[in-house]
């Protein structure tokens, strides 16, 4: 995953970003971290990691977006549940629950999905998503700036941390979904 970053730069972060918010499980904390650590080694500037993020989060979003806006996923339980939970936000909040779900973690992938298929309006949808991924990508860069040569023990800590949340919300979905006796 580094590996693209260091090749490619900002389009590197751009590419890690896309799927991430396209409900494609790339850990976002993960590359904006490195992405803050090739800020502090000079291979970039902090505004066009920002930029490059905030824009791989936006066509991610887009995607998922038009993808909840066929229909499609009302065929499929999974993906019918993630809308149920947070079609009742959105209609509770309105397209504010778009932006403050942009900072949360695992919602801020997902969200597109149900804002699609309940037609949140596009322009307002834009907008909303492109200013809270920045404020997450800012976040993240500069906690990976401030890092610096710590890269290497932040990024091994990292990914237990998320493998571990991954696999504890994994634990907490399949146990939920168990018949009770």
């Known amino acids: 995953m580094t590996g693209l970053i260091v ?5 590197g972060v751009f590419l890690l970003m896309v799927p991430e918010s396209a409900c494609i499980p790339v850990p976002s904390e ?8 090739a800020v502090h080694k000079g291979w970039m500037s902090l505004p066009l990691a920002v930029v490059a993020a905030t824009a791989g989060n936006l066509a991610g ?48 992938t997902f969200v597109s999905l149900p804002a699609g298929a309940h037609h949140v309006p596009i322009i307002p949808f834009i ?15 500069l906690l ?28 907490a979905t399949l146990l939920r979904r168990r018949p009770h006796r």
């Open 144 to 171: 990976g700036e401030l890092a610096g040569s710590a890269w290497t023990t932040i990024d091994s800590l990292l990914g237990h941390v998320l493998l571990a949340g991954g696999l504890l919300v994994l634990a």
């Open 61 to 108: 979003s887009l995607l998922a977006y038009a993808v909840g806006a066929t229909g499609l996923l009302a065929r499929v339980a999974v993906a019918r549940n993630v809308i149920g939970r947070w079609e009742g936000s959105i209609e509770r909040h309105g397209t504010r629950a778009v932006f403050i779900a942009r900072l949360l973690p695992l919602a801020r």
């Open 127 to 141: 907008a909303l998503t492109t200013m809270g991924c920045a404020l997450w990508a800012v976040a993240f860069v």
């Open 30 to 37: 993960a590359t904006l971290i490195f992405s803050g650590f």
């Open 7 to 11: 090749r490619f730069g900002a389009l």
